[in-house]
């Protein structure tokens, strides 16, 4: 079934050192998105990428950057974690602009981040 | 600034009962709006709204939108346990881009 899958579900770190996230779609979606959602919270836009654009929100911290390689997957590096950062991150896909039905989001099941 | 707001922000139901979840926002260039539920995981889609006054309907759950409003509503008949979750509100707002912006939610608890 075509989906969208994050790896790993459950991550645990320590304060300062790098994390990636990873997720990847079978959706062969143009559009994919990294909130991130703390608890009891609305999820929260990190960027998204149309393609190979990059589009930071602008208040988006520095810390958190991404990659996407190519239209399959898309990576999310927490470089200095700190304890606000724990979170659950989630990773969305959506068709191109245009097209029935393509604002429609499909989410991952999410990671679950933890600071030590 | 762009903005979606929900409520009531909780609800505690007896299954049987119908409720309805508001959502209402301020957009500057609105495109559409969806609804999520979303239980202990990543949300799922239950309906996209472009039109006013035009109903969506899903089983037991309908959804409709007001564009002169500018609100939307979900309804949820005969509400059982398993809608117990949180049911998210969301728009692309964004003159060019795909931008989403997400109420913070209405948990509704539905008792046994």
């Known amino acids: 079934d075509a989906m969208v899958i994050q790896n790993p579900r459950y991550q645990v770190t320590q304060f300062g050192k790098p994390v990636t996230l990873s997720c990847s779609q079978t959706?062969?979606?143009?559009?994919m998105y990294w909130y991130q959602q703390k608890s009891s919270q609305a999820p929260k836009l990190l960027f998204h990428?149309?393609?190979?654009?990059?589009?930071n929100e602008a208040d988006t911290p520095d810390n958190f950057q991404s990659r996407r390689p190519n239209t399959s997957f898309c990576f999310l590096d927490i470089r200095s974690p700190g304890l606000g950062d724990a979170a659950m991150y989630l990773c969305?896909?959506?068709?191109?602009?245009?097209?029935?039905?393509?604002?429609?989001?499909?989410f991952g099941p999410g990671t679950r981040l933890l600071v030590l | 600034e762009d903005k979606v707001v929900q409520s009531p922000l909780s609800l505690v139901v007896h299954e049987g009962d119908t409720v309805t979840l508001n959502c209402s926002y301020e957009?500057?260039?609105?495109?559409?709006l969806l609804w999520y539920k979303q239980e202990k995981k990543a949300p799922t889609f239950l309906f996209m709204l472009?039109?006013?006054?035009i109903e969506k309907k899903s089983g037991r759950l309908s959804s409709i939108l007001d564009k002169k409003e500018l609100f939307s509503i979900l309804n949820i008949t005969a509400t059982q346990t398993g809608d117990s979750a949180v049911y998210l509100c969301?728009?692309?707002?964004?003159?060019?881009?795909?931008?989403?912006?997400f109420g913070t939610g209405t948990r509704l608890k539905v008792l046994a």
């Open positions: 472009t039109s006013s006054g």
């Open positions: 969301a728009g692309p707002f964004s003159s060019g881009t795909y931008k989403y912006i």
């Open positions: 959706l062969n979606h143009n559009v």
């Open positions: 990428y149309y393609d190979k654009d990059f589009n």
């Open positions: 969305a896909t959506s068709r191109a602009p245009g097209g029935a039905g393509a604002e429609t989001q499909y």
């Open positions: 957009v500057t260039n609105f495109r559409s």
